[in-house]
């Protein structure tokens, strides 16, 4: 079945530098979307990626969708301590209407 | 957004009891909700696809029997952990479609979850 592999697992960084997660599907998507879990938290929609190539940006938040249609990632620049949390991909393949399959997620932590 | 809720939020109960969690979509009408568990520092796992009217469409590994799936309206779908044992123990998370028009194309909009303990 479908595989999505995020990396790192981890993250930790001072406050003001830059962070990259990555995202790795097994199969072509039809899109992918990006979560956010803060700590205790549940996962709250980011963004949505459906062309290929495509590439968009929320405030310090880029994120790009691969040229065909496999990978992603989300670079998040300046880090903020707000910026701690997990980051979940989250790819859907085949018909647009296919379930989601969550990456592992990124947890980030940023030391002030 | 759109607002889905969750109830209740914590539940402690005794190994052999069933548990009711229910899955309410506020402001939109979801004809398709899923439910996730989350164990801890790990991802979300996709259980079942609720699909009102219909029966739930269950993930490989997942017993139906043990997780029941009720979607009886557009904005409330129910999962029932039956006779709950220690290894039930997680975050179950339940997630709506929003296809109105309102937000990104299908989005999942997640609820609060509920964090299960079993004794």
């Known amino acids: 079945g479908q595989q999505v592999m995020q990396i790192p697992q981890y993250q930790h960084v001072q406050e003001g530098e830059d962070f990259t997660t990555y995202c790795n599907s097994s199969?072509?998507?039809?899109?992918i979307q990006w979560y956010k879990q803060r700590p205790g938290g549940h996962p709250v929609f980011l963004i949505q990626?459906?062309?290929?190539?495509e590439v968009k940006k929320q405030k310090r938040l880029t994120f790009q969708f691969g040229e065909a249609k496999k990978n992603s990632s989300l670079h998040i620049t300046a880090t903020q301590t707000t910026d701690v949390g997990t980051y979940f991909c989250?790819?859907?393949?085949?018909?647009?209407?296919?379930?989601?399959?969550f990456g592992q997620g990124t947890i980030l932590t940023v030391h002030p | 957004g759109a607002v889905v809720s969750q109830h209740p939020s914590w539940v402690i109960c005794k190994s052999g009891t069933s548990v009711k969690i229910e899955c309410r979509s506020l402001?939109?009408?979801?004809?398709?909700m899923f439910w996730y568990r989350q164990f801890p520092k790990q991802s979300l796992m996709l259980m079942a696809t609720?699909?009102?009217?219909?029966?739930?469409?269950?993930e490989q590994g997942v017993e139906k029997d043990k997780f029941l799936i009720n979607h009886a309206s557009l904005t409330l779908s129910t999962l029932t952990v039956t006779s709950a044992h220690p290894e039930d123990s997680s975050f179950y998370i339940c997630?709506?479609?929003?296809?109105?028009?309102?937000?990104?194309?299908?989005?999942?909009?997640f609820g609060p979850g509920t964090r299960l303990l079993v004794l």
């Open positions: 997630s709506a479609r929003d296809l109105s028009g309102g937000g990104p194309l299908e989005t999942q909009y």
């Open positions: 199969t072509t998507l039809s899109n």
């Open positions: 990626l459906v062309k290929s190539g």
């Open positions: 989250a790819g859907r393949g085949g018909t647009s209407y296919g379930k989601l399959t």
């Open positions: 402001d939109f009408q979801a004809t398709t």
């Open positions: 609720s699909n009102e009217g219909s029966k739930a469409t269950y």
